[in-house]
């Protein structure tokens, strides 16, 4: 069965749903995310497009500014980033979010006792945020507990889903769950680490950019 179809089992019956994945062949990565992506893109950049700021405000004076994301300031101007390139970035650092868990769980399993499987691990990076990616397409609601819900979600999906795809030695399993769920957390709050240094060193650039143009050129002595 596809990825999409898988949604509604894991939210309504988790336990046999993973069960039911664990029998199947692992899914592609990018056949799975890459629809997904591609969709929460077009909808956060129609969104962006219809939006004063959807891409970035650049605001004469202090403050001012719309639109989803960080601000920077020189003394003259302000630019805040808009829902557009936020939401871009989202999506590709959550992408590389599903690439670091799936390499992360299958080096952990070992040391519960269970085998390095790549597809199994490929199955529980691919499958546990799924509610991650709904959650993309509800970006342009501006409302970020929905992210923060989607992401309890995933750790539970991971807590339950790690024993089941990679049976860890007896006695392991609520362990090698709660492992497995605290890795995607620690690759979630990397990532989003990672991501907000990107955005201030790239405002950070800007501001410096726009106070060097406004800087009065220097005097011709004679």
């Given at each position: 069965?596809?990825f999409?179809?898988?949604?509604?089992g894991l939210l309504?019956?988790?336990?046999?749903t993973?069960?039911a994945i664990?029998?199947?062949?692992?899914?592609?990565?990018?056949?799975?995310l890459?629809?997904?992506?591609a969709?929460a893109c077009?909808?956060?950049?129609?969104?962006?497009m219809t939006?004063p700021?959807g891409?970035?405000?650049?605001v004469?004076?202090?403050g001012?500014g719309?639109?989803?994301?960080?601000?920077?300031?020189a003394?003259?101007?302000?630019v805040h980033?808009?829902?557009?390139?936020?939401?871009?970035?989202?999506i590709?650092?959550m992408?590389?979010?599903?690439?670091?868990?799936?390499?992360s769980?299958r080096?952990?399993a070992?040391?519960?006792g269970?085998v390095?499987?790549?597809?199994?691990a490929?199955k529980?990076?691919?499958h546990?945020?799924?509610a991650?990616?709904?959650?993309?397409?509800?970006?342009?609601?501006?409302?970020?507990?929905?992210t923060l819900?989607?992401?309890?979600h995933?750790?539970?999906m991971?807590?339950?889903?790690a024993?089941?795809l990679?049976?860890?030695?007896?006695g392991?399993?609520?362990?090698?769950?709660?492992?497995?769920?605290f890795?995607?957390?620690?690759?979630?709050?990397?990532?989003?680490?990672?991501?907000?240094?990107?955005?201030?060193?790239?405002?950070?650039?800007w501001?410096?950019?726009?106070?060097?143009?406004?800087?009065?050129?220097?005097?011709i002595?004679?």
């Amino acid at each position: 069965m596809s990825f999409l179809s898988r949604i509604p089992g894991l939210l309504l019956s988790p336990r046999a749903t993973w069960v039911a994945i664990a029998a199947e062949p692992a899914p592609g990565l990018m056949r799975s995310l890459l629809p997904l992506a591609a969709g929460a893109c077009l909808v956060n950049l129609a969104v962006a497009m219809t939006r004063p700021g959807g891409w970035y405000t650049a605001v004469p004076g202090r403050g001012g500014g719309s639109g989803l994301g960080l601000g920077a300031s020189a003394d003259s101007l302000t630019v805040h980033i808009g829902l557009g390139p936020a939401a871009l970035s989202y999506i590709l650092f959550m992408l590389l979010g599903v690439v670091l868990l799936r390499r992360s769980l299958r080096r952990r399993a070992a040391l519960h006792g269970g085998v390095q499987d790549a597809a199994a691990a490929q199955k529980l990076a691919v499958h546990a945020p799924f509610a991650m990616w709904i959650a993309l397409f509800l970006l342009p609601l501006g409302q970020g507990w929905l992210t923060l819900l989607a992401g309890l979600h995933g750790m539970a999906m991971l807590a339950i889903g790690a024993p089941i795809l990679m049976p860890p030695s007896p006695g392991e399993e609520r362990r090698w769950g709660r492992a497995a769920a605290f890795r995607g957390l620690m690759i979630a709050i990397g990532t989003m680490v990672l991501q907000f240094a990107l955005y201030a060193a790239a405002l950070l650039i800007w501001a410096l950019f726009v106070a060097l143009r406004q800087m009065p050129a220097p005097g011709i002595s004679t």
